[in-house]
Antibody, heavy 116, light 111 residues
Framework: QVQLQESGPGLVKPSETLSLTCTIS????????WSWIRQPPGKGLEWIGY???????NYNPSLKSRVSISIDTSKNQFSLNLSSVIVADTAVYYC??????????WGQGTLVSVSS | QSALTQPPSASGSPGQSVTISCTGT?????????VSWYQQYPGKPPKLIIF???ERPSGVPDRFSGSKSGNTASLTVSGLQAEDEADYYC???????????FGTGTKVTVL
């Protein structure tokens, strides 16, 4: 059973960069893609982007100019950078494993607040 | 990109059935057989319960079923149980440029 765990700062100042890492255990990178998805408090889910083992990425067009996702298979990790954050970027950020066009395993999520 | 439209709430008594709709367009729900459904309890991550419109992951009760007609997908929960009270989100592939899109979410209440 694969396990995913998000880590990173819980508080980021406006205009700075939000950086999160997802550590994967008990599973392989092969034949999956790895996603970041967020959920503002009390609201719905939003895809941020995903990355394949070979480094190919795809980003939500609405966030594309500010998002970067990278992967380090030697550390069993993939990471999210979201630049120039604003208060509206406050959300629970989930990492998830994707197969086909669905996500079958999710991390527990980490709340990131954007505030000065 | 616009979210898929779901009713904000749905309810039913134990043992009854409840159906949740998920309406999109021909560019997402109607264009691909890649609709998935997620169940989410408060403070917990979403859990996949339906993928590829009708398929259930291992361990998901067969009380949960999915279907699609045109631009609208549906999730039916039969034989409602207290543990089914949760938020439910649909999601659909929307082409490589539009990426993936989620529904607005439906809160299911077991009366």
């Amino acid at each position: 059973q694969v396990q995913l765990q998000e880590s990173g700062p819980g508080l980021v100042k406006p205009s700075e960069t939000l950086s999160l890492t997802c550590t994967i255990s008990g599973g392989s990178f092969t034949n999956y893609y790895w996603s970041w998805i967020r959920q503002p408090p009390g609201k719905g889910l939003e895809w941020i982007g995903y990355i394949f083992e070979n480094g190919i990425t795809n980003y939500n067009p609405s966030l594309k100019s500010r998002v970067s996702i990278s992967i380090d298979t030697s550390k069993n990790q993939f990471s999210l950078n979201l630049s120039s954050v604003i208060v509206a970027d406050t959300a629970v950020y989930y990492c998830a494993r994707g197969k086909g066009w669905y996500s079958d395993d999710w991390g527990q999520g980490t709340l990131v607040s954007v505030s000065s | 990109q616009s979210a898929l439209t779901q009713p904000p709430s749905a309810s039913g008594s134990p043992g009854q059935s409840v159906t949740i709709s998920c309406t999109g367009t021909s560019s997402d729900v109607g264009g691909y057989n890649y609709v998935s459904w997620y169940q989410q309890y408060p403070g917990k991550p979403p859990k996949l319960i339906i993928f590829d419109v009708t398929e259930r992951p291992s361990g998901v009760p067969d009380r949960f079923s999915g279907s699609k007609s045109g631009n609208t997908a549906s999730l039916t929960v039969s034989g409602l149980q207290a543990e089914d009270e949760a938020d439910y989100y649909c999601s659909s592939y929307a082409g490589s440029y539009r990426f993936g899109v989620f529904g607005t979410g439906t809160k299911v209440t077991v009366l």
